[in-house]
């Protein structure tokens, strides 16, 4: 797991609300702080200030170093890294060197004219890299911690393969997921028609394949419900994870053709940045238990 915190939302009690995560595998967790230049460089031109960045290297460590005595103690392997650069191209290098199988990160808030960059770097995120990234939100609304963000996600399908592909991503966390909440968002377009049949035709179809991805995550003894929404994809995604008391919400995205995803549209950049619930992006490509 790469652990990306800035100092900003995500500190060691977010960390150890991922703890539940040892039960299926992931023992190592590598921290990185990125200092960006602009923060170490002296106004007015002046140049570079290097006492800035030893600064801020320090201060890092210290905070590392604390947080790495007690995942020791926990029986955690522990790596970290602390570097001057572009926060994405860092991300991006540091996840391929290490091999990770996670990318955790902040939602880092700006004022509402930079909030379409904000989400573009998410969106760029995903389209380069082929591991799975979450927008860990571990303070709820009511200012408790969100301990166990994996305990009942909601998974987000719209029957594409990259949606399948996030199927397989959340099998290989048996004994960590207690339920999933399978959900399917149809557009209020296919339900204009005049037919009753028609409409009850596309009703039971989406029902018969949430009810399929159900039965595969109790085969491998994970509980699970299906819900059928209609409208505003964002709106509902978020609507049934409050009604179903989701933990995180998870979706597919592909990288490849962001226009055409559900997930890496407007969608993606408003549950990413704007949801109150963790957000969990497997991308077309991750390795999943099943492939």
Known sequence: MLFVTQFEELWFDALESLMDLRKAGFNHVVFLHIIERDKVAMRRG???????EVRLREMANVRFIDWAENLFEQGME??????????LPKIISTAKEEGVDLIVTGRHRRPKLEELYAG???LELLSRTSTP???HKYMLPSGKINEKPFERPLLALDWSDASENAVKYLLGFAGVIKKVVAIHVASEKLFKSDSSMEIQAIRKDNRQKLDAVCDRFRDVGI?????????????QIEKAAQER????IVGGTTGSKPLKE????STARKLAERSSFPTLLIPATAKSEES
């Open 46 to 52: 002046k140049g570079y200030l290097k006492d800035e």
């Open 78 to 87: 522990v790596g970290a890294y602390i570097v001057v650069g572009n926060v």
């Open 120 to 122: 573009s770097e998410t």
């Open 133 to 135: 990234v979450l927008i």
């Open 223 to 235: 509980d699970a419900e299906s819900h059928l929404y209609v409208g505003a994809t964002c709106e």
């Open 245 to 248: 008391e989701a933990t995180m």
């Open 262 to 265: 559900i997930f890496l549209g």
